[in-house]
């Protein structure tokens, strides 16, 4: 399994949309995203562990809400990858 960074922005008049499409998808989902909203930026964020993008997606649920994510895949670094990246 991966680990992906799922971004997913909305603005003000969207928000509710957003809001309510996470809280469709099941609590597991909506219980691991973290919301910019009160803060005024309208972006939803969470890391999800899936086999590849397509499943991420997948659990994203509406096309309107995947047309709108950005999934990066990331992966921790350890003491010991940095040390080889300086080795390059």
């Known amino acids: 399994m991966a680990e992906y ?21 099941g609590r597991k989902l909506l219980k691991n995203v973290r919301w910019g909203c009160m803060s005024g930026v309208h972006t939803g964020w969470a890391v999800v562990k899936a086999k590849d993008e397509k499943e991420v997606r997948d659990r994203i649920g509406s096309s309107y809400m995947q047309a709108k994510a950005r999934i990066t895949k990331v992966r921790e670094f350890t003491p010991k990858d940095i040390e080889s990246f300086h080795k390059k």
């Open 5 to 25: 960074l799922v971004e997913l922005p909305h603005t003000d008049a969207e928000c509710l949309k957003a809001l309510d499409e996470m809280a469709a998808k």
